[in-house]
């Protein structure tokens, strides 16, 4: 396997010194190299004040196919699909292993192995390459049409394990990678606030401002508008203004192919944030307990259709899918 360091913005005068780290880490992470300091919100989400009811296009707590897992999947993490659509693939946090599957059955076609144990967190294709994040902010790049073992490329920014990035969703529009941090936001903000950072892919550097900040206070300003579906009291009593911290904590994120809104799973708490690319919170949905034990994994279709994975907990894994009920939307 054939691991890249990606190191950022190193000092001039430092060099030398980081030369022998460099040298030190051909075989060990050294994600902890560089710590953000007060990174600057590209966009920074706000409640939509159109008071044009969103219409969700999914039956989120009624799923049309609910898909039972192989056991190797019990702390399924990830989803994404292969450009063709042929198989959806699959991470879990404790082997770094990326599995094969029948997007109709969830049956396991392939597994490939393309690193050794650890939390790995989410998963996408681009073009020929798939791209396995952990919760370090480690990503690691295989191709697709690898066997057994593949060459691995890893690439290692700023982001550590105090950030706990959990979600992983490629941004077509942008050529960029999408990272959720369920931890630390990283942000140069006083208030509660969750980031999403970026990796771009074009020159394999990690952004040190974040993408978006997701904060409490907006979604508060959301809820406090109409219409009434906003005002849910689970949905207000789990951003309670009177609590400290930010309880929302992404598990899982992915861009709706045809609207382009960004949907972010939050297994605490069972919920579901979409925002547009803009940053304008549209809509959050409360997730029922009984469908979805712990949400952690979320992918589309190329027609809409949409995967949500939840670990075993004290079930099996399952795959829930919806259809896109566009009709609906317009």
Not at 10 to 34: A, D, G, Q
Not at 159 to 173: C, H, I, K, R, S
Not at 302 to 317: D, F, H, M
Request: proline share 5%; with cysteine; charged share 25%.
């Amino acid at each position: 396997m054939l691991e890249v360091l990606i190191l950022q913005n190193v000092i001039p005068t430092l060099r030398m010194s980081f030369l022998l780290i460099i040298s030190s880490c051909l075989s060990l992470s050294c994600n902890n190299l560089f710590a953000t300091q007060g990174g600057t919100c590209q966009i920074i989400t706000h409640p939509d004040t159109t008071l044009i009811p969103f219409v969700m296009p999914y039956q989120i707590n009624d799923p049309d196919t609910t898909f039972t897992l192989h056991k190797d999947l019990k702390e399924i993490s990830g989803l994404g699909f292969t450009p063709d659509h042929q198989f959806l693939l699959a991470v879990q946090d404790e082997k770094g292993k990326a599995f094969f599957l029948d997007p109709e059955t969830g049956k396991v076609n392939k597994k490939v192995t393309f690193w050794k144990d650890g939390d790995y967190e989410g998963i996408e294709v681009v073009s020929e390459s798939v791209f396995v994040v952990k919760s370090s902010g480690t990503l690691y790049e295989f191709k697709l049409d690898a066997d057994q073992e593949p060459e691995t490329i890893k690439y290692n920014g700023f982001l550590n394990g105090d950030y706990d990035v959990e979600g992983l969703a490629f941004d077509a529009q942008n050529n960029r990678l999408l990272l959720a941090c369920k931890a630390a936001s990283g942000a140069d903000t006083a208030e509660p606030t969750k980031s999403i950072y970026a990796f771009r892919l074009a020159d394999s550097v990690f952004e040190r401002d974040p993408a978006y900040c997701l904060r409490k206070s907006d979604v508060l300003d959301y809820l406090g508008l109409a219409p009434m579906l906003r005002k849910m009291d689970k949905n207000v009593s789990f951003f309670d203004p009177d609590r400290d911290g930010f309880d929302f904590s992404p598990s899982a994120l992915a861009i709706h192919p045809e609207t382009t809104d960004i949907y972010i799973l939050s297994s605490v708490g069972k919920m579901l944030m979409i925002i547009g690319q803009d940053g304008t919170l549209k809509h959050i949905e409360k997730l029922s307990k009984k469908k979805h034990q712990q949400p952690e994994g979320i992918a589309f279709a190329q027609n809409g259709t949409l995967y949500i994975s939840n670990e075993a907990g004290n079930e099996k894994p399952v795959i829930h899918k919806f259809r896109y009920q566009k009709e609906d939307a317009q």
